[in-house]
């Protein structure tokens, strides 16, 4: 069974910068959309951005427009989340997320902490 696999949060001063990574664990056809959704504590999970995988066409939260960047190797079923000006709301926990036909993967989260 294919899973995802995110990487690379942790604890980072407001204003700095970490990079996700989610990677699917086997191969996965006819992937439509990647992305990236995030819930903090006491709140609804909520779209970061996503992007699809032909035309690239990509959506980010007002919130994180700007500050934030995906990106995805379609070869390898990678998606990426760069992360800068990180503000302490960005904390919470980071999921990915691939959908298509008949498919909607997420994996387990990693969680991602803004303080001083």
């Known amino acids: 069974q294919v899973q995802l696999v995110e990487s690379g949060g942790g604890l980072v001063q407001p204003g700095g910068s970490l990079r996700l990574s989610c990677a699917a664990s086997g191969r996965i056809f006819s992937i439509d959309a990647m992305g990236w959704y995030r819930q903090a504590p006491g709140k609804q999970r909520e779209l970061v951005a996503d992007i699809t995988s032909r035309g690239g066409r990509i959506n980010y939260a007002d919130s994180v427009w700007g500050r934030f960047t995906i990106s995805r190797d379609n070869a390898n079923n990678t998606v990426y989340l760069q992360m800068s000006s990180l503000k302490l709301e960005d904390t919470a926990v980071y999921y990915c997320?691939?959908?298509?036909?008949?498919?909607?993967?997420w994996g387990k989260g990693t969680l991602v902490t803004v303080s001083s």
């Open positions: 997320n691939f959908r298509g036909f008949g498919m909607n993967l």
